[in-house]
């Protein structure tokens, strides 16, 4: 029960509260890097560097006064901001962090990992449709258009890492990468499976969905206080999860650069894998700090009439190549 | 198709580099002013705290002529004239509601003696709103404020006492008429 193997208690404990703990102080992370890059300076003020700014933010959020508007639909109005934080934590269980750690140990873990996001964009949808307001509307039809159109290249650019692993399970694509990274035969894979990502979890330059300059707030705009709350944890988590994933698939997950390994197994893989999600964890934040939101016909001709083809693509050479060297 | 391709690649390595040269934001210095911890520069005109001067000599400037009364546009200032021993005219009580206050200025270009200045600060906070009436007390300083040299007096021509008409700077003594006739 207390050992380190998956799914006992105390690696459920580790990895929830240290996924909750990072996805939580991401809120302090993006805001003061977003700050160093726009030439100036984040929170810096509640406690040392500014870090209590998310027990501010927190508190912030509870104290506000939780209203249910009366011209919207509930039941639904309530129940949409909690599908979020519910399907991304569950894609959290699968995710390996090192040889022993981990919530569940799935044999279609990236099946799961996909069946989660595709859940994920009814929240989006039933948030807007509930809140019987317009612009709410124009961002649950945004998003649903987003979030199902760039689901199917996400999809198609990881077959061919299934191709290469031979399998769906997380851990063992992570060890197929022991003799060679998947980014490099699988690299246009990995450009779409980036883009793919930021859109899923709704982050700048996709954020349409939530407009926040266009349409006020898209489907978040009727909602306060711990239900906007439930919102914002829930995009912060799946973009923890989908930074988290990303080395799995295409960077080795747990397993060192040249073979740089120290210590114990677990603690060397922790250490590696810390560093890859914070990495791209970064990488997420900056490319919110540096790109331009596309308009939304944009964002759409993109997906389907440029990452589709270059995925089906990338699918293609993979098994022609496979195929080719098995005889 | 190439072309497609290539404007494509195009696409992709532009948005790179806006990558790359945000990146590089991260090792410049912030333009942010941490207040309070340090103070912004105002230049020496800038329109702050209203203040009440003193002479070169010591005494105070203002002789209650009312102007900056009548020139504020929000109506402001109360004061009212009294008179010393001299017959040197100054105000019994000079109050300015800051609550009101617009900071424009108009006071300072319309009084005679620059008596009443705008200094460059702008920390004047309250929490009572009638903390924000301001009285001579607080206004007057010891000082003579932005004009170091202007003695009203010495050069108007009002006689008061220890100084008669005709001994003001710049002024010629008053003309015995009787002994201009023929």
């Given at each position: 029960m207390f050992s380190f193997e998956v799914g006992s208690l105390l690696n459920i404990a580790l990895v929830l509260v240290v996924g909750l703990g990072i996805s939580v102080m991401m809120i302090w992370v993006e805001r003061r890097f977003l700050g160093f890059w726009s030439d100036r300076l984040g929170p810096n003020r509640v406690g040392p560097f500014g870090i209590f700014q998310v027990i501010a933010d927190a508190i912030k959020m509870l104290a506000k006064e939780d209203w249910i508007p009366p011209f919207s639909d509930k039941f639904t109005f309530v129940v949409a901001p909690m599908i979020l934080p519910i399907v991304m934590l569950l894609s959290l269980?699968?995710?390996?962090?090192?040889?022993?750690?981990?919530i569940m140990d799935l044999n279609i873990a990236l099946l799961w990992v996909f069946a989660m996001a595709g859940l994920a964009s009814y929240s989006t949808m039933l948030g807007g449709l509930a809140s019987n307001n317009k612009f709410s509307l124009l961002g649950a039809l945004r998003g649903a258009g987003q979030m199902i159109s760039y689901e199917v290249f996400m999809g198609i650019s990881l077959l061919g890492i299934i191709i290469l692993a031979d399998s769906f399970s997380l851990r063992e694509i992570v060890e197929a990468q022991a003799d060679g990274w998947f980014v490099v035969p699988q690299f246009f894979g990995f450009i779409v499976f980036m883009v793919a990502a930021i859109a899923e979890s709704h982050r700048w330059p996709f954020d349409l969905p939530e407009g926040e300059s266009e349409i006020i707030s898209g489907y978040n705009t009727e909602y306060s206080g711990m239900k906007f709350g439930l919102f914002m944890i829930g995009e912060y988590i799946g973009m923890f999860v989908m930074s988290a994933l990303i080395p799995v698939l295409f960077f080795g997950g747990w397993l060192a650069p040249f073979g740089l390994e120290f210590g114990n197994e677990i603690i060397s893989g922790l250490f590696w894998m810390g560093l890859k999600t914070s990495f791209f964890l970064l990488f997420f934040v900056l490319v919110r700090a540096a790109l331009v939101r596309p308009r939304y016909d944009q964002l759409m001709n993109y997906g389907w009439l440029v990452m589709l083809p270059l995925a089906l693509i990338n699918l293609l050479i993979t098994g022609a190549v496979v195929l080719y060297q098995a005889g | 198709m190439f072309k497609a391709i290539g404007k494509q690649i195009n696409i992709i390595w532009s948005q790179i580099v806006s990558l790359w040269l945000v990146f590089l934001h991260l090792f410049k210095k912030a333009d942010?002013?941490?207040y309070p911890d340090v103070k912004p520069y105002m230049f020496p005109r800038w329109r702050g705290r209203i203040i009440l001067t003193r002479d070169?000599?010591?005494?105070?400037?203002?002789?209650?002529?009312n102007l900056c009364a009548v020139a504020c546009p929000v109506d402001c200032i109360s004061l009212q004239k009294t008179e010393d021993e001299n017959g040197r005219w100054y105000p019994e009580f000079f109050r300015i509601n800051f609550s009101r206050?617009?900071?424009?200025g108009f006071c300072e270009e319309a009084c005679p003696t620059h008596a009443i200045q705008l200094t460059?600060?702008?920390?004047?906070?309250?929490?009572?709103?009638?903390?924000?009436v301001w009285e001579k007390e607080h206004m007057l300083i010891q000082g003579t404020g932005k004009y170091h040299d202007y003695n009203f007096y010495k050069v108007a021509g009002k006689a008061i006492g220890g100084k008669d008409k005709g001994?003001?700077?710049n002024e010629l003594p008053p003309v015995d008429r009787r002994s201009l006739l023929p």
């Open positions: 269980g699968v995710i390996p962090f090192a040889p022993g750690i981990g | 942010t002013v941490e070169p000599d010591g005494e105070e400037r203002c002789v209650a002529c206050c617009i900071m424009c460059p600060d702008f920390e004047m906070a309250e929490y009572v709103r009638q903390d924000m001994e003001a700077q």
